[in-house]
């Protein structure tokens, strides 16, 4: 079945050490999403890739990066996790809305819980 | 900046009562989407609502777009244990239509 696929699904780092979650997906997905998501919180855009085009949002901490080598994967790396970085980390395709208007809702992975120490 | 409006944060229903949440956009919006997120889990999309007006139903569940594209709401009828969930409207900026605009979500918890 075509998928979104985050690992890992646990990840635990101590306060300050870097750390990469990855995403790839089988969709064929133009646009791929990193989603912040905090306990009873709505989730919260912290990049998107529209193709190859890079879209930060402005309320994004220079602490988190990401990289896409390819359609089908994606990377977000957290420089020096904080205590307030823990958090779900949700990744999420979808088509593009001019190219499939009634079609672009998201797919989410099942993400991957960041614990820091 | 944009913002999606949703009530009420919280709910807590008998099974077998009604249950409703409302969205309201600062801005029009080319469409707008639900999803629902079980405890644990991750949202999954249930429907998208495009047109003016438009009224969509799955089962027990009624979504609604409001005439202006600035509301919409999700009713579901006779609530089951299996409706817990929080359940989200996202939206998309007639202006941007690249990013999801978020609600904060009506999270339902149910009775058995």
């Known amino acids: 079945d075509a998928m979104v696929i985050q690992n890992p699904r646990y990840q635990v780092t101590q306060f300050g050490k870097p750390v990469t979650l990855s995403c790839s997906q089988t969709?064929?997905?133009?646009?791929m999403y990193w989603y912040q998501q905090k306990s009873s919180q709505a989730p919260k855009l912290l990049f998107h890739y529209y193709d190859k085009d890079f879209n930060n949002e402005a309320d994004t901490p220079d602490n988190f990066q990401s990289r896409r080598p390819n359609t089908s994967f994606c990377f977000l790396d957290i420089r020096s996790p904080g205590l307030g970085d823990a958090a779900m980390y949700l990744c999420a395709t979808s088509r593009k809305f001019l190219d499939f208007p009634l079609n672009n809702e998201q797919f989410f992975g099942p993400g991957t819980r960041l614990t820091v120490l | 900046g944009q913002q999606v409006m949703q009530i009420p944060q919280y709910q807590h229903v008998q099974e077998g009562e009604d249950f409703t949440t409302y969205c309201n956009s600062s801005t029009t919006l080319s469409n707008i989407q639900w999803y629902k997120q079980r405890p644990g889990g991750h949202p999954v999309f249930l429907i998208q609502l495009v047109k003016s007006g438009e009224v969509k139903k799955q089962k027990r569940l009624t979504f609604q777009f409001g005439e202006a594209k600035k509301n919409s709401s999700l009713h579901i009828t006779a609530t089951q244990t299996t409706d817990v969930g929080t359940y989200f409207c996202?939206?998309?900026?007639?202006?941007?239509?690249?990013?999801?605009?978020w609600g904060l979500g009506t999270s339902l918890a149910v009775n058995p």
């Open positions: 969709l064929n997905h133009n646009v």
């Open positions: 996202a939206g998309l900026n007639a202006g941007n239509n690249r990013k999801l605009i």
